[in-house]
């Protein structure tokens, strides 16, 4: 069974400041992960996405993950914080059928000025 | 494109009575539909699976005749919670699976329900 854990409940960093959300996955075959964005009050909206192809993703916003396959990890990162990027984060993983998704327990996401 | 729309955004309903939340793929036709549910500071819970045309599938733990879905188009699904509580209070969303597409999932911008 496939399963999901996002290491930190909350991530405090101040704007201009790197960031760093992290997940770490189970998997018995090759996963589908995703990175997907709350912002309070809005939907759900997808960051980005790996299939198998590139290790290294790059999503909207100036944010990418790598897929380490020998960490089973697949870390959020941006160079840059902006405030705009204040949120909650979940990191994803597609389950066993019929296209379910695996949802972690969410981080969030504050930005200091 | 890819938009997934919910109605309502927020309700107020009171013990007893039954809610009705639409979702509907505005530009795109979906075979498969999701509902989850969210607590307050919680990830998502996957409710049930809905496949047009069909059946859905429920969770383990979630009453399938408390929450009836019904999914009789390739853009409309719909989600009604029975004889609502209080403890049924929560933020219900859903998303949908583009009809021969891959993974991606597109979500509603939820809807806000309160049971008095």
């Known amino acids: 069974a496939q399963s999901v854990t996002q290491l930190d409940s909350h991530v405090s960093v101040s704007e201009g400041t790197p960031v760093l959300l992290r997940c770490n996955y189970s998997s018995s075959y090759s996963p589908s992960l995703f990175w997907y964005v709350q912002h309070p009050n809005k939907g759900l909206q997808l960051l980005l996405k790996?299939?198998?192809?590139a290790t290294l993703v790059k999503g909207i916003n100036g944010f990418e993950a790598e897929f380490k396959k020998s960490e089973t990890s697949f870390h959020l990162t941006k160079p840059s914080a902006h405030m705009s990027d204040a949120a909650e984060y979940f990191c994803v993983v597609r389950g066993d059928s019929n296209y379910q998704l695996i949802w972690g327990a969410g981080t969030k996401l504050i930005i200091k000025p | 494109g890819a938009v997934v729309s919910q109605h309502p955004s927020w309700v107020i309903c009171k013990s007893g009575t039954s809610v009705k939340i639409e979702c509907r793929s505005l530009?795109?036709?979906?075979?498969?539909m999701f509902w989850y549910r969210q607590f307050p500071k919680q990830s998502l819970m996957l409710m049930a699976t809905?496949?047009?045309?069909?059946?859905?599938?429920?969770e383990q733990g979630v009453e399938k005749d408390k929450f009836l879905i019904n999914h009789a188009s390739l853009t409309l699904s719909t989600l009604t919670v029975t004889s609502a509580h209080p403890e049924d209070s929560s933020f219900y969303i859903c998303?949908?699976?583009?009809?021969?597409?891959?993974?991606?999932?597109?979500f509603g911008p939820g809807t806000r329900l309160t049971v008095l």
């Open positions: 530009d795109f036709q979906a075979t498969t």
């Open positions: 998303s949908a699976r583009l009809a021969g597409g891959g993974d991606e999932q597109f």
């Open positions: 790996y299939t198998s192809a």
């Open positions: 809905s496949n047009e045309g069909s059946k859905a599938t429920y």
